[in-house]
C-alpha cells in the first residue's frame, strides 16, 4: 500500500484566495483525521470521518473551514477566504479504529503558506 | 488546561549516551497512550500504545512506559539515526477525544 497520500505537499497562496487540499486514505481504513501543525500549538484535531461521515468537528477553528468525504477513498479540507494566520502543516491520517493498538498512519503532510 | 506536556522541548544527547523522554498526562479516564517518531518534512510514525499503568514495549533501542500520570520513552545507546522528534498522545475513555503533546527534539551526535 502506498500510504496516506496528500496533496500538494506545497502550497503558497495569497490572503483571501481559496485553498482545497486532498488527501487519499489506506484502503480499508474506516477513519480519517485531519490535523494541523504549527509551533506553537503542536498537532491539533481539525475533524474526523467514520465511513465517510463526519464524526466530531468541533475543532474546525472557524467557518472559513471545511471538510468532505464524499468516498471512502478521497477527501478534502477546504479553506475559504484564507489568511495568514491559517499558515501551517495540514496532516492527513486514517485509521482501522479510533486510537487503537496501531495507531494512525499519517500522510506527508501539506505546508501552506498564506501571504 | 494542557492534557499532554512534554519534556525536555529538546535534548542533545552523544551517540551511545542513554536517557529518557518524559510525557505527563492529565486525562479523566485514560484509554491509550501512543508514542510517534516525526522526521523533518514527514508526518508522524506511530511507534508504541500503552494502555495500563506498568504496561512497558520495546522496539530496537526504544522502551515506553507507563504510569498513571506519565509515561517514559527510554533510548538506549542511542544513534544518529534516532535523531528526530517524538510525539506523545493520550485518548481519553469519555468519547473519542485525542490529544498530542508539542513533542521532544531529540539530536544524537555522532
Known amino acids: 500500500d502506498a500510504g496516506v497520500i496528500q496533496s500538494p505537499r506545497h502550497e503558497v497562496t495569497e490572503m483571501g484566495q481559496e485553498v482545497t487540499l486532498r488527501c487519499k486514505p489506506i484502503?480499508?481504513?474506516?477513519?480519517l483525521f485531519w490535523y494541523r501543525q504549527t509551533m506553537m500549538r503542536g498537532l491539533e484535531l481539525l475533524i474526523y470521518?467514520?465511513?465517510?461521515?463526519?464524526?466530531?468537528d468541533s475543532g474546525m477553528p472557524e467557518d472559513r473551514f471545511s471538510a468532505k468525504m464524499p468516498n471512502a477513498s478521497f477527501s478534502t479540507l477546504k479553506i475559504q477566504p484564507s489568511e495568514p494566520r491559517d499558515s501551517a502543516v495540514y496532516f492527513c491520517?486514517?485509521?482501522?479504529?479510533?486510537?487503537?493498538?496501531?495507531?494512525?498512519?499519517f500522510g506527508s503532510g501539506t505546508r501552506l503558506t498564506v501571504v | 488546561e494542557d492534557q499532554v506536556t512534554q519534556s525536555p522541548e529538546a535534548l542533545r544527547l552523544q551517540e551511545g549516551e542513554s536517557s529518557s523522554l518524559n510525557c505527563s498526562y492529565t486525562v479523566s479516564g485514560l484509554r491509550g497512550l501512543f508514542w510517534y517518531r516525526q522526521d523533518p518534512g514527514k508526518g508522524p510514525e506511530f511507534l508504541f500504545t500503552?494502555?495500563?499503568a506498568g504496561e512497558e514495549k520495546e522496539k530496537e533501542r526504544l522502551k515506553a512506559t507507563l504510569t498513571k500520570k506519565e509515561s517514559f520513552l527510554h533510548i538506549t545507546a542511542p544513534k544518529p539515526e534516532d535523531s528526530a522528534t517524538y510525539l506523545c498522545?493520550?485518548?481519553?475513555?469519555?468519547?473519542?477525544?485525542?490529544?498530542f503533546g508539542t513533542g521532544t527534539s531529540l539530536t544524537v551526535i555522532p
Open positions: 498522545a493520550v485518548q481519553e475513555t469519555t468519547g473519542n477525544q485525542f490529544y
Open positions: 470521518f467514520n465511513n465517510n461521515v463526519p464524526i466530531d
Open positions: 491520517a486514517s485509521s482501522f479504529v479510533v486510537g487503537g493498538a496501531s495507531g494512525y498512519t
Open positions: 484502503s480499508g481504513h474506516d477513519y
Open positions: 500503552l494502555y495500563s
